[in-house]
T-cell receptor, first 113, second 116 residues
């Protein structure tokens, strides 16, 4: 079974600064997908960024980028130029090309003005 | 519809009662998923539908939980003899394709169930 671990229950960052959220996972699969989802107080999970394990290049979406270290099974999220609207829960998730996403326990991010 | 719609948004019930939670996926999405999110935790997989059939129900915790999708669109999650431990946010998601890790799931806002 796959497991996803987010070791930072809470993080805070000043507006306009950069923050990195950590995620590690455990799998014996070689082909899989990794995701970061944002969950604001509205509860709706919103996809932030996606990485395919067979791609060595780190995914980037505007202010969001990942550092994917396959050998270390690490998948961190970097948020640049943090904005107040980035305040939310962030979940790392794993899919082994099957039916389900396995989520980590989440990191609560607070962006301070 | 424009997004995944879940009703009710909030449901309060008493221990032992029966509840139904509804999910209306994005039109044309063949895959539908139910997840349960307990307070302070990440979502946990419950069940996956491909069309009308439950392709994977390995996440359902026990036989008090059941889900249907009779016409391949709207799905209903049914919980019998509710217990206080069933209190959680129940999230529904849909995707245009079937199984496969590349699928991007679109989530609804969830139904918060509180069992007193």
């Amino acid at each position: 079974a796959q497991t996803v671990t987010q070791s930072q229950p809470e993080m805070s960052v000043q507006e306009a600064e950069t923050v990195t959220l950590s995620c590690t996972y455990d799998t014996s699969e070689s082909n899989y997908y990794l995701f970061w989802y944002k969950q604001p107080p509205s509860r709706q999970m919103i996809l932030v960024i996606r990485q395919e394990a067979y791609k060595q290049q780190n995914a980037t979406e505007n202010r969001f980028s990942v550092n994917f270290q396959k050998a270390a099974k690490s998948f961190s999220l970097k948020i640049s130029d943090s904005q107040l609207g980035d305040t939310a829960m962030y979940f790392c998730a794993f899919n082994n090309a099957g039916n389900m996403l396995t989520f980590g326990g989440g990191t609560r991010l607070m962006v301070k003005p | 519809g424009a997004g995944v719609s879940q009703t009710p948004s909030n449901k309060v019930t008493e221990k032992g009662k029966y509840v139904e939670l509804r999910c209306d996926p994005i039109s044309g999405h063949t895959a539908l998923y139910w997840y349960r999110q307990s307070l302070g935790q990440g979502p946990e997989f419950l069940i996956y539908f491909q069309g009308t059939g439950a392709a994977d129900d390995s996440g359902l915790p026990n036989d008090r939980f059941f889900a249907v999708r009779p016409e391949g669109s709207v799905s209903t999650l049914k919980i019998q003899r509710t217990e206080r431990g069933d209190s959680a946010v129940y999230l529904c998601a849909s995707s245009p394709l079937g199984s496969g890790g590349a699928n991007v799931l679109t989530f609804g806002a969830g139904s918060r169930l509180t069992v007193l």
